[in-house]
């Protein structure tokens, strides 16, 4: 990881939405970090928190029944969790972008996109009219949006799906933010454009040097964008590590299965077996535990797991990181692998010495 300090920091985040059924607790103790220029792919089954976590950040959850209840989300050094509604206006405005699954949401059906767009330019930067309108066409010439001189004066409904995500993508570099948080911004499109999309993204990327909070189920999109990964489960983070790593030598229970489950890569194409827990009332010990093939005692009572180090910067939600136990039963497949840095618990093996 860089010895930069990071950009945006989530400590113990813990997000909750107050219903009849009771609180369902969707985002439950979570941290990461994301560095300066960084893409950080959030992963996990449908319902594991990974939308209630991003609009967290900027508080968009709807409060109530959402609620904050505790920790905190460190962007620049502010604590997001403690800011106005006016402060996290100007934030969101400004130095952090949100693009979602859904582009029609984000664009205003009356205006033409270009007005829009100047708009969010004009919010940013004290420019003319003229400048802003200029820049708008700039930026839908930059997103790939052909003709883009001819285009601007058009409206939403005049594009495709593909093309308005282009849209929505240009209105959120408008503010050219620090930070751009990208929800699904694909899976509603065909696969061809979502990976124009996702290649959109990178170059803009090295372009304007943004980090980016990158939101998927799709494993194969992760490999595509992602410098470091979190994985996601039932409110919490089980794993997280360079892309590289976690692909490499997935290190808890849930991801190996989560990477079996991707065509291509997993030897069964078949989903893991069993279903979320009720976020009301999660099981007690690992939340996997009842899906988990590896699960003893341990994992059944007491807390979820802390994340424990898997490798050097790369760590697990999972006992069998801790001491007492022999980390190979759940690598499976005979391999010998440890942990890069264990001091000689008697758990471990010889070190292969990490490739990278
Ligand atoms: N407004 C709400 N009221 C009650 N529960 C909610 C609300 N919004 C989200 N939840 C619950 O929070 C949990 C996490 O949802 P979230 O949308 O973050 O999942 P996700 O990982 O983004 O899933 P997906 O991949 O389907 O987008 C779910 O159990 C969901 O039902
Ligand atoms: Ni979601």
Same mark, same amino acid.
């Given at each position: 990881?860089?010895?930069?300090?990071?950009?945006?920091?989530?400590?113990?985040?813990?997000?909750?939405?107050?219903?009849?059924?009771?609180?369902?607790?969707?985002?439950?103790?979570?941290?990461?970090?994301?560095?300066?220029?960084?893409?950080?792919?959030?992963?996990?089954?449908?319902?594991?928190?990974?939308? &209630?976590?991003?609009?967290?950040? @900027?508080?968009?959850?709807?409060?109530? !029944?959402? /609620?904050?209840? =505790? %920790?905190?989300?460190?962007?620049?050094?502010?604590?997001?969790?403690?800011?106005?509604?006016?402060?996290?206006?100007?934030?969101?405005?400004?130095?952090?972008?949100?693009?979602?699954?859904?582009?029609?949401?984000?664009?205003?059906?009356?205006?033409?996109?270009?007005?829009?767009?100047?708009?969010?330019?004009?919010?940013?930067?004290?420019?003319?009219?003229?400048?802003?309108?200029?820049?708008?066409?700039?930026?839908?010439?930059? &997103?790939?949006?052909?003709?883009? @001189?001819?285009?601007?004066?058009?409206? !939403?409904? /005049?594009?495709? =799906? %593909?093309?308005?995500?282009?849209?929505?993508?240009?209105?959120?570099?408008?503010?050219?933010?620090?930070?751009?948080?990208?929800?699904?911004?694909?899976?509603?499109?065909?696969?061809?454009?979502?990976?124009?999309?996702?290649?959109?993204?990178?170059?803009?990327?090295?372009?304007?040097?943004?980090?980016?909070?990158?939101?998927?189920?799709?494993?194969?999109?992760?490999?595509?964008?992602?410098?470091?990964?979190?994985?996601?489960?039932?409110?919490?983070?089980?794993? @997280?590590?360079?892309?590289?790593?976690?692909?490499?030598?997935?290190?808890?229970?849930?991801?190996?299965?989560?990477?079996?489950?991707?065509?291509?890569?997993?030897?069964?194409?078949?989903?893991?077996?069993?279903?979320?827990?009720?976020?009301?009332?999660?099981?007690?010990?690992?939340?996997?535990?009842?899906?988990?093939?590896?699960?003893?005692?341990?994992?059944?009572?007491?807390?979820?797991?802390?994340?424990?180090?898997?490798?050097?910067?790369?760590?697990?939600?999972?006992?069998?990181?801790?001491?007492?136990?022999?980390?190979?039963?759940?690598?499976?497949?005979?391999?010998?692998?440890?942990?890069?840095?264990?001091?000689?618990?008697?758990?471990?093996?010889?070190?292969?010495?990490?490739?990278?």
């Amino acid at each position: 990881m860089s010895d930069t300090a990071p950009l945006l920091s989530v400590r113990d985040l813990r997000v909750q939405f107050n219903t009849d059924e009771g609180v369902v607790r969707a985002v439950d103790g979570i941290s990461f970090d994301v560095a300066p220029g960084e893409t950080v792919c959030v992963v996990g089954e449908s319902g594991s928190g990974k939308t &209630v976590a991003c609009e967290s950040i @900027t508080k968009l959850i709807p409060m109530p !029944p959402g /609620e904050i209840a =505790g %920790g905190e989300v460190r962007f620049d050094g502010d604590d997001l969790t403690d800011a106005s509604e006016k402060q996290l206006q100007s934030i969101r405005g400004d130095r952090i972008a949100h693009i979602f699954q859904d582009p029609q949401g984000a664009l205003n059906p009356v205006y033409p996109v270009g007005a829009q767009i100047a708009e969010a330019v004009r919010l940013h930067s004290d420019v003319s009219k003229a400048a802003a309108r200029d820049r708008a066409i700039d930026l839908l010439d930059r &997103v790939g949006i052909p003709e883009a @001189t001819n285009r601007v004066d058009d409206y !939403p409904h /005049e594009f495709s =799906g %593909g093309m308005k995500q282009r849209v929505v993508i240009a209105m959120a570099l408008a503010a050219d933010p620090d930070l751009l948080i990208a929800d699904e911004p694909t899976t509603a499109l065909d696969v061809t454009i979502q990976s124009q999309i996702l290649n959109l993204l990178r170059d803009l990327q090295d372009e304007f040097g943004m980090s980016i909070i990158f939101v998927t189920h799709n494993l194969g999109v992760v490999a595509e964008v992602a410098d470091r990964v979190v994985v996601m489960y039932a409110g919490k983070v089980m794993e @997280t590590g360079s892309v590289h790593d976690v692909f490499e030598r997935p290190s808890h229970p849930y991801t190996k299965s989560l990477l079996e489950c991707l065509p291509g890569i997993g030897r069964s194409m078949e989903p893991i077996g069993g279903s979320l827990p009720d976020l009301t009332a999660p099981p007690e010990g690992c939340r996997f535990h009842p899906r988990c093939p590896h699960a003893t005692a341990d994992c059944r009572s007491g807390s979820h797991p802390e994340l424990l180090e898997a490798a050097s910067d790369h760590r697990a939600a999972c006992v069998y990181y801790g001491p007492g136990y022999d980390v190979s039963a759940i690598r499976g497949d005979g391999e010998a692998e440890t942990r890069a840095t264990d001091g000689g618990r008697d758990d471990s093996h010889d070190s292969h010495g990490d490739s990278r």
